[in-house]
């Protein structure tokens, strides 16, 4: 049993380890598919694993769960991701996918214009109804999310090859496709 505390401990070490160099590589989305696995209820009450886990990486553990925060509208995540705008970054998806939802979802497509009305003028019954507009500012808030995304896009990560690591890649892509 406590060989498996033990084993359980160094794989929860190996992916704060991991989520470490993601943040390196800014790397957001992997931050927090890693954190969602080791924050999940079945690793979570791994006690005694937990506590087999060293103090530094328990306090890395914690630095990352506060980035991802999503207290204040993920206030910190937001906040680095202003800070490493300029270098290759691979953000947290779900914060965009949820805020182009917010913006689907409390912006109507069309508005009515200034003074419009879709109603009956009141003076003789006639039709003075506008024909609602595209609702311009909505398309401007989508703009602005996709921007930022494909600023992100322009920024390519380099990486030096590891000629052992790419062989076995390859050879495990062979494997599977054969």
């Not at 003075?128 to 322009?154: C, G, T, Y």
Request: proline residues 4%.
């Amino acid at each position: 049993a406590r060989a498996e505390v033990r084993e359980r401990s160094h794989v929860i070490t190996k992916f704060i380890k991991v989520a470490k160099e993601c943040r390196k590589l800014c790397n957001f989305n992997a931050i927090a598919a890693i954190l969602a696995g080791l924050q999940n209820p079945a690793v979570e009450r791994l006690k005694q694993s937990w506590e087999d886990v060293g103090v530094r990486f328990t306090k890395a553990m914690q630095e990352l769960v506060d980035l991802n925060a999503s207290e204040e509208n993920y206030k910190s995540l937001r906040t680095t991701l202003r800070l490493v705008r300029a270098q290759p970054c691979i953000p947290f998806m779900g914060l965009y996918l949820r805020d182009l939802l917010l913006i689907e979802e409390t912006n109507p497509d069309t508005k009515l214009p200034p003074g419009g009305t879709s109603e009956e003028e009141e003076d003789g019954g006639e039709d003075r109804s506008v024909e609602p507009l595209i609702n311009f500012d909505k398309h401007r808030m989508v703009a602005a999310i996709l921007r930022v995304l494909r600023n992100w896009q322009n920024h390519r990560h380099v990486f030096f090859t590891v000629s052992p690591i790419q062989q076995y890649l390859e050879k495990q892509r062979l494997a599977l496709t054969s």
